[in-house]
């Protein structure tokens, strides 16, 4: 207690070297906190999005289709799989999709894509499909000859809403198929790629042209908690037939994963150099305030104050502090941390031609928010972090200040 009353007195005595110290472990604090807030929120943002757009965060499909993708390597027995996912409660939601390839012609242009039957209301809680809407509108369960065009695709085929193009592809069961199909709608998800090459109509009417009834190429789902991806998909795939195979985003989306794991990487270097200068500044301040108090510290070691007690006081002293500072900059963080998942950064000039060509690359949006995570366990951890850099910074000059006689610290000039 007396080496308390001790600490106290000599922050309150010495105002400004206190007051200097606090603000700027507090900032830093805060800045830790924040910049991984920000870079874990704008990667799950990525992440979301690439997955929600469209290839969706489970996949079944054929266990030989990956290597080989064709229509002898499909799910035969659809009705089969969606009955077992409808009894897995860990599934919120699933949708059947055949995937195939057509040629689209117009009296324009003939352009080959890929032409996929969907089951338009289980696709809306699945992908963001629905909602990439831009002009005119979306499927229906009812549809026939309708399509549902990608924007970039229609602008190279020249045609809009309501207008007709031709499609040649090949069935189920490898005979010819071609239809006349009408426009009914135009979406954009910014997944460029996807955008200028996808088409998609009901599957009833897929079925009939394309000889597909109860066959699917893909059975996509959304688990209820995505934290537990890794189990469910385990469980899902335990419950299927052996032919079959389960994969989660981490696997169809690798190349993704990987480059954010790699930036990552590269923010967490990009920190540790700034924090090894801020460690300094605040170590290199510490030291001149704990040496400039030898003699202090000689005449309390000749009145009978052991090593110790030394110590401990001018570690009470370096705790409260960081106590004060760490807690001052943990509540600046967590606020901003808050405020920036529920009103994430705009920044639209950032989405440039580079940015576009970084997100063609590894099949992502091109997002102009930035979100950041309020993530209170990893906030409280980037707090820990801090409060021991505050305490590394004292314990050295505090053992050099202890190694002085007490004749030597009085003498000290």
Do not use: C, W
Request: charged share 20%; hydrophobic share 45%.
């Amino acid at each position: 207690m007396i080496l308390f009353k001790m600490a106290l007195r000599e922050l309150l005595s010495h105002k400004k070297r206190s007051i200097v110290t606090l603000l700027l472990s507090a900032f830093s604090t805060a800045l830790f906190i924040f910049a991984n807030a920000l870079n874990n929120g704008t990667h799950n943002q990525m992440i979301r999005s690439s997955v929600e757009v469209y290839p969706g965060y489970m996949q079944i499909t054929n266990r030989a289709f990956e290597d080989n993708p064709n229509f002898d390597n499909l799910i035969f027995d659809a009705a089969k799989v969606t009955n077992t996912l409808q009894g897995i409660n860990e599934i919120k939601a699933h949708a059947v999709r055949f995937e195939a390839y057509a040629l689209y012609s117009t009296n324009e242009q003939s352009i080959g894509g890929m032409f996929t039957a969907i089951e338009p209301e289980k696709e809306g809680q699945i992908s963001r499909l629905k909602r990439s809407l831009v002009e005119g509108e979306y499927l229906t369960a009812t549809d026939t000859n309708a399509i549902y065009l990608g924007a970039e695709l229609a602008k190279r085929l020249k045609i809009g809403v309501g207008d007709t193009l031709s499609f040649i592809s090949t069935g189920a069961d490898y005979s010819f198929a071609a239809d006349n199909l009408v426009v009914k709608g135009l979406f954009k998800t910014k997944l460029y790629e996807f955008d200028n090459g996808s088409g998609f109509v009901n599957k009833g009417y897929f079925d009939e042209v394309m000889h597909s009834h109860n066959i699917a190429t893909h059975i996509i789902m959304s688990p209820t908690d995505i934290k537990q991806i890794d189990a469910v998909t385990q469980k899902v795939q335990k419950a299927l037939d052996e032919d079959l195979e389960v994969k989660n985003y981490k696997t169809i989306l690798e190349d993704l994963i990987l480059a954010l794991e790699i930036d990552t990487i590269f923010g967490y270097i990009t920190l540790g150099i700034f924090f090894i200068v801020i460690f300094f500044v605040i170590g290199i301040f510490a030291f001149l305030s704990v040496y400039a108090r030898i003699r202090q510290i000689g005449v309390l070691r000749a009145i009978g104050t052991t090593p110790k007690q030394v110590m401990g006081m001018l570690l009470i002293e370096a705790l409260v502090l960081g106590v004060l500072s760490v807690g001052l900059g943990g509540a600046a963080g967590a606020y901003a941390s808050s405020h920036y998942e529920k009103y994430p950064i705009e920044i639209t000039s950032l989405v440039d031609v580079d940015a576009q060509e970084y997100a063609k690359q590894y099949n992502m949006v091109a997002e102009a928010t930035f979100p950041a995570e309020f993530n209170p366990p990893r906030i409280m951890m980037d707090m820990l972090i801090m409060m021991l850099l505050n305490l590394m910074t004292v314990f050295y000059p505090i053992v050099l200040v202890n190694r002085f006689t007490p004749t030597e610290a009085i003498r000290y000039v």
